[in-house]
């Protein structure tokens, strides 16, 4: 009886779906600049009304989008060639001086911009002509198209930016364009009538922040929501068995994983680590997941970049030479903190985690604290072992390695504090080789060292998906988790 | 001169015991209602002392193979949760959880705010800036005080505890300064102060046991107040660490799970909802029984 | 020999409680007559206002008239359904309290108050009624009864306020009115005020006036006759004269003699040793006699009878039977 | 009785002024002027009474006079010694000459506290008996009220008004003072007990030579057992004489009418009444001049100016009256 | 009644200042770092740095404080510092909101609880009494973001009556009243049994009260006796009841608001404290205090109406 014929807000005619659809997020919108926001919620809607140069495509393979081409005269030089005749919302046209506007912007420190490191790189944005830039380089940056595949390297109307605030008025050149906000943090995007290829079939496009999720899908099963993403594992048997409701699921960038603080004792043990890796039985956690996450002992993940197959050298579950070398060590003796923040993915894994330590005979406790606090306290290093994740929006090994294991991190994004001259080197290369098939290699070498040395223990690799209502046709994910509803229609 | 002994019989002479504290007893426990809930809190009580003789399970013992077992599963009356840990063995261990956190943050709010409440009801000084304080307190959507303060002082149940005690000062000192305003105008009051006691006997010996019930049944219904907010704290993540077996905790954790399993938060649910209406019941019908006692005195 | 307007038969009210049924007035009987005044005086508790709540069918929720009669012109208020007997209240009879801070409503006018029954029973318009208050308000010598209408209670003083509660009480001409100890609160000054009203009041209506009191001073200046009770029970009753001048119950003389004389510097004080006992207490015989100084054996064992002394004037005491009274009598009369 | 001509206590022209608060910032607006220039001598062994309307200020000065209450102005003078000013360590040693009784017995003890221990309070105070020596005196103190030694371990609520109030006078002589205010000690008790207490009151002081200022409306007590009054109004002094002076010959006429409208018990004789127009103003805002003026049956036109002033006009015998 | 106003409007001031002094200390305290969360996990220490100096968290405390205080009296509550919008305008946008679900759920609270309360006192002891004792405490007893998904599962999802969460619609459509409903019945259910005990005990008080026992002897109907003299004088005690109870619903909203899907300003303060939105929070812990402080007033003067003997001056 749960139809999904109650969708009509705003009265229209019965007979054809109408062309809207409502996505329900757990959080607000931060904003809608690419430059000022870096939260998935904000990118989400970022996407559907500003573009990128570059594009991942269905095979995960960077392609030009608002770029026609590129080419490297040398390895510290990028010139890129824009595509011509596209226009901004406010008719301001996309050009070589709308994308050194663009990252100049996002470069500057007074900016503020929370992801300017993404371009960090990058020592000149120069306009060559109306539709080509040239960005240089000092050192060689292997990671260069991904970067601009991220959506805070999406271009902006500069025009629109100086004369407005694109955080509440965003000005892109995206198949949607911003109509207004309504009841304090819904947002309404319509459709772009002159986007530069052929319109998008949606009219309308509503962002609703429904904080409990359970709130959400029970508004998916009764028609008032059509999109929800970012499943919880937990949700996936109420979810498959709401009638009107299809589920996609995709292999994703993400990787959660505990990072052991390199710098304390006993984790700065091989030993220690490797007990913990062989304590946890990942493959049994994975069966909780509800088919929301994929096992590999590996680091870089099945669907990033610089990810081999063959490459599977990591501890295993064994739980009986954990407890061997827990006894050996005396490594019982110790209270192991484990710090994770309050989100009920992290606190699962905590638990569970946490109590298959309990079985090895390490003695872990777990402290939990708000996101915001957390993000203070793991960078300050103040645990033992914590549960990260990294969603790797760019999809490239390097660009999980470099943030989360380069020395040069340490007190920012390298929780685990790790700091080892050979991986160190390994990671320089891979960002400074522009040749993508060479990096893979050097990933691949980098992952395999990573899993011997264990600075990190993946415990899962993340599965983008989404649950929508049956009328939804035509919605694909990417393997980040990021879709564009470009394509989409009701039927 | 006339030593004339008054040779009349009164009625409550029977035993020295049949004080006010057994009167207000034998009144209360008149109450059916009032039975019910200590019969609750009682059990509460039992379960709490007597956790590790009821249940021999772990209660942070995990199964995953066994998650989300229904009621009645053999081996585990209650069902497991999402990682198979036994529920019936958590709530027994939650009793413990939310029976300390409960005496714990109403005593210490009780210390705070009778401190409060006598000083301000006492001294006409200090009571402008003590009430002026009390109103800021109240100002407070409580639950939002308690937000802030375990946001300085971080996640843990001994915060959940410090946030809910100070939350509890406001009300408690006003119930206090109400009943010292009324009780330093009696006459008993006066006779101390022209007998030449200090003020700090007459606070401690006089004025604090005839306030004590009021304070004996705001403690009562704050009792239930502070359980429920544990729970309402550690639904928003606030609260018990993982995998302590705290009630609300259990609810935020399979709130998730209603759908599937919903015993998951059906039998915390009425754990916290039996155990606080127990203290709710008993804390009404022992303000019915000090009350009467209090005019059937005179 | 003047009609008899109320008639009390054995009047036993009861209160539920706790600790089983507690006797608070235990068969008592008496009669008004038309346009006499009655006192019935006795220490705190003896249950007087209980037998005047009982006349007016206004006991607390856990009161019970469990035995006699009540008739009123012939009717019987104790048999009467609430209805009916709404239509006696504030009509027929009325009845002035004890308390003049806490018998009017606080947040209502004197206005308001003083209207309802006008309009309730001689059902006055509001114009009417108003204008009718005002007279009453001026009738019970209230200054500027316009603006009284209008001023809540809070804003009179205690005297006025119980002039308010008698003009309420008198606004429908009753033949018969209960004051339940109208001027204990006040002061001697406001106290004597109040009870000339009361007294002229009586003549000028021709009603009929039953005083509640503990005062014996009140008693001597407003009494035709006098009941005295004790511990429920109606121990002696006769002219005022009588029951000052010739009292035969112990009591009733203890109660004379332990009320310091203003007039005699020189008066012996002689206190009733003890004090009055629980409702639910069990005292066999006479409920006077562990405090009674002539007690003898025969009090212990049976509750005395009424014995007449002379047609007005009757006592329960065992003293007043043939033998013993004269020993009793002669010590009584030396006081 | 005869009267010691010492003084024991000298009140000299005391105020005692509540604020009313009110306005904007609960600022002072007013005083409650409760007792307005009382100048007294009090003499060893004699009972002062003190009467007058309720509201007239009686309680505040009896406890003005103990120190209960911060006096506004006016000296008072103990045994020789101005402890106006003194500190309430000072004053310890002062309390414990003198004590209070209350009026009311049902709020004068504390209802959580025994008996004994009640009354072993104030020998934990003011001496340094042992537990045992306590007990031993507050026995003995019982049966000197007419007590049982079982009642030490009874609470409050299990005595009856009477006995409540012997529990409050023995409290007060627990630690022998000479001077104790009584205030309204019998109003609140049954006319039969009453009776008792008053003649328990007597029997000690005339044991222990107290001193007592005795505070009542009932001027039938009062005669009885007082050897002078003081008849208040609004706080002021109105007359003061010994107590055959002033009942057989009142002066002022307020302390007339006020005799005249007690009902006495005797049937038959109708006297003529003083009929006295109105209410007690109110203390926060007295009539000018002599305060009684309102309601006065012979007040002339200077009287709502002038002060009356405080004069003898027989031995002992003082009036504040213009007209008499 | 004037200075009452005025005296109290005085009284907000000071409160209102300390409260911004302590929620801005106690955020200040907290440890996490508004710049971090901007920043997010993927931020560097110099885009952290950059973001820092942005906001001007770098300036010492009492600066930032006094700064802030001034902004309040210029009447600016200032920017927030995670989408940079002025605090007083996601506050107007959200306030609405919370507003109608607070009086919605009083007036749920006050309809239900004076009726039972009333009801219970005047069947005291009955089965009535005992019903809706054993309701009203059970009442004050259910976790509210219990009752709220019990309420949901029911009503929403599989009676389907009521929609599941939001409020878009004006309050006085239909649509806008079914929204309300299940909210405003989660939000109210603890103030309705608070007030249904208080009334019913102040009832009972009254109703044993000399006055009532006067309008009884002048021969007062029944009804009138219980509908005009006990009444009034009962909702004396309860209107204070029904005042706290405002404040405490207003605290409520903040899960009552999540559990439903509402934008409203309890929301806006929880996600606020997880961000370290410092300026936000402030703004919204001054207008729920506000708020509270404006109710209690209102009270105050209808106490004034319904009691005579109380006099603001
Ligand atoms: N509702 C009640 N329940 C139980 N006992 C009651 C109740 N009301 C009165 N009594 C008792 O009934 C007895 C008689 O009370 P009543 O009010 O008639 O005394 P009274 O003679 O009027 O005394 P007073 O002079 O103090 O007014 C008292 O002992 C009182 O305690
Ligand atoms: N603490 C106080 N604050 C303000 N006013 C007070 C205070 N105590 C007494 N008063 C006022 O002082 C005046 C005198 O009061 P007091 O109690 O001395 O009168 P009283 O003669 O003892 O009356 P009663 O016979 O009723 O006991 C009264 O108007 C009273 O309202
Ligand atoms: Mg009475
Ligand atoms: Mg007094």
Redesign the pocket.
Known sequence: LVGCSSNSSSGGSAGKAEQELTYATTSKVVGLSPILTNDSVSSTVIEQIYETLFVRDKKGEIVPHLAESYENPDENTWVIKLKKNIKFHDGTPFNADSVKYTFDKLKDPKTAAPRASLLAPVSSIEVQDEHTVVLKTEKPYGPMLAALTHSNAAIVSPTADQKQDLMKDPVGTGPFTFSEKVNGDDIVLVKNKDYWQKPAKLEKLTFTVVPEVSTAISMLQTGKVQLIDGLAPELMPRLEKIKNVDIQKKEGTPVYYLAFNMEKEPMNDLKFRQAVSQAINREGYLKKLNGLGVYSNSFIGPEVFGHNESSDKGPKFDQAEAKKLVKDNGFDKKEIKILAANTSQYMNMAEVIQSQLKEAGINATIETIEWGTYLDVSKKGDFDITIAGWSNVTGDGSELLFPRLHSANIDATNLSRYKDAELDKLIDQSRSVVDQEQRKEILTKADEYVMTQLPVLPIYHGIASAAYDKSVKGFEMEPTGQWSLYGVYRE | MSTEVVTQQLPSHKKKKEFALYKTWKRLIKNKMAIVGLVIIAFQLFMALAAPVIVGVDPNKQNLELSELPIGTEGHWLGTDNYGRDIWSRIVYGARISLLVGIGAVSLGLVGGVVLGLLSGYYRRLDGIIMRFVDLMFAFPGILLAMLIIAILGTSLVNVVIAISIWSIPTCARIVRGSVLSIKKQEYIIAMRSLGASDLRIMVRHVLPNCMAPIIVFATMRMATAILSTASLSFLGLGAQPPTPEWGAMIAAGQEYMWTSPHMIVIPGIAIMLVVFAFNVVGDALRDALDQGMSLDK | MKETVLEVKDLVTT?K?ADGP?P?VRGASFSVKKGETLCIV?E????????ALSIMGLL?S??LISDGSISFNQKNLAEMSPKQMQKVRGNDVSMIF?EPMTALNPVFTIGFQIREPLMIHLKLSKKQAHMRGIELLKMVGIPSPVERMNQFPHELSGGMRQRVMIAIALSCNPSLLIAD?PTTALDVTIQAQIIDLLNDLKEQLDMSMIM?T?DMGVVAEIADRVIVMYAGEIIEEGRVEEIFEHPQHPYTKGLLASVPNVDDPEFDLKPIAGSMPM?NEQISGCRFHPRCPYAFDKCMEKSPKTFHVTDKQSVRCWLQEEGVEQNGGRRASSL | MAVDEQVLYSVKNVKKHFPVRGGMLQRVKNHVKAVDGITLDIYKGETLGVVGESGCGKSTLGRTILGLESLTEGELVFNGNNISKYSSRQLKPYKKEMQMIFQDPYASLNPKQRIGDALEEALIIHTNLTSLERRERVLQLLNEVGLKEEHYDRYPHEFSGGQRQRIGIARAISINPSFIVCDEPVSALDVSVQAQVIKLLRDLQEKHGLTYLFVSHDLGVVRHLCNRVLVMYLGQMVELAPVHKLYENPTHPYTEALLSAIPRPTVGRKRERIRLRGDLPSPSNPPTGCPFHTRCPIAKEHCSTEKPAWREIDEGHFIACHER | MAGLIVRRIFQLVLLLIGISFIVFMSMHIAPGDPASIIGGPTATQEDVEAIRENLGLNEPLLAQYFDYLKGIFAGDLGFSYQTKQAVSEAIIDRFPNTLNLAIASIIVAIVIGVTAGIISALKHNTWFDGLSTIIALGGISIPNFWLGAILILIFAVNLQWFPVGGLTEPFWTIEGMKQLALPAITLGTGSAAMIARMSRSAMLEVIRADYVRTARAKGVRERTVIMMHCLRNAMIPVITVIGLNFGFLLGGTIITESVFAINGVGRLMIESIAARDFPMVQGSVLLVATLFVLVNLIVDIVYAFIDPRISYE
């Open positions: 209160f409680s507690l608070a006795g705190s508790g003896c249950g007087k206002s209980i037998t607390p856990n009161g004890q100890e509640i503990h409702l």
